[in-house]
């Protein structure tokens, strides 16, 4: 089941790239003789809708129908990540990159367990935050919670 996990992987990734989408995250589950699969799609930049998302999935049964991968016995949810979803580190902050997000801490960061602002700056291990009055250098690994901060 591991090796034909992989290939799911790598066939629901293509699935999904093939809509201009990303799979943010990937769950397989056997279910009482089943298989349960939770993805979560997006476009690099955000804002992919519930059509795309029906058409990834409607995609993803039609290769599992054809292949036989899990046998016939499966079901799958195609989902966006939502609006308060908590962001989970590097690859995730940089797809909000320039946009306003809400940081929590378990120490102290400039004496605040607490910061928002602008995502200047990502790399895989630090991220400059444009607050108020200062540009702060973070290390993600300090970073307890994520959300992007939505502004209407």
């Given at each position: 089941?591991?090796?034909?996990?992989?290939?799911?992987?790598?066939?629901?990734?293509?699935?999904?790239?093939?809509?201009?989408?990303l799979?943010?995250?990937?769950?397989?589950?056997?279910?009482?003789?089943?298989?349960?699969?939770?993805c979560?799609?997006?476009?690099?930049?955000?804002?992919?809708?519930?059509?795309?998302?029906?058409?990834?999935?409607?995609?993803?049964?039609?290769?599992?129908?054809?292949?036989?991968?899990?046998?016939?016995?499966?079901?799958?949810?195609?989902?966006?990540?939502?609006?308060?979803?908590?962001?989970?580190?590097?690859?995730?902050?940089?797809?909000?990159?320039?946009?306003?997000?809400?940081?929590?801490?378990?120490?102290?960061?400039?004496?605040?367990?607490?910061?928002?602002?602008e995502?200047?700056f990502?790399?895989?291990?630090?991220i400059?935050?444009?607050?108020?009055?200062?540009?702060?250098?973070?290390?993600?690994?300090?970073?307890?919670?994520?959300?992007?901060?939505?502004?209407?």
């Amino acid at each position: 089941m591991q090796n034909n996990n992989a290939v799911l992987e790598e066939k629901i990734a293509q699935v999904a790239k093939g809509f201009g989408a990303l799979v943010i995250e990937l769950k397989v589950n056997p279910l009482k003789g089943a298989t349960m699969i939770n993805c979560m799609v997006d476009y690099p930049n955000g804002g992919i809708n519930l059509e795309t998302c029906a058409s990834i999935n409607k995609a993803i049964v039609h290769y599992l129908e054809d292949s036989k991968l899990l046998g016939e016995d499966f079901s799958i949810e195609v989902n966006s990540p939502g609006l308060d979803r908590k962001l989970k580190g590097a690859f995730d902050l940089k797809r909000i990159s320039g946009r306003m997000v809400m940081l929590w801490f378990d120490k102290l960061v400039d004496g605040k367990a607490y910061w928002e602002g602008e995502l200047e700056f990502i790399d895989d291990e630090k991220i400059n935050l444009k607050a108020k009055d200062r540009v702060l250098a973070i290390n993600i690994a300090d970073i307890k919670t994520a959300k992007e901060k939505i502004v209407f």
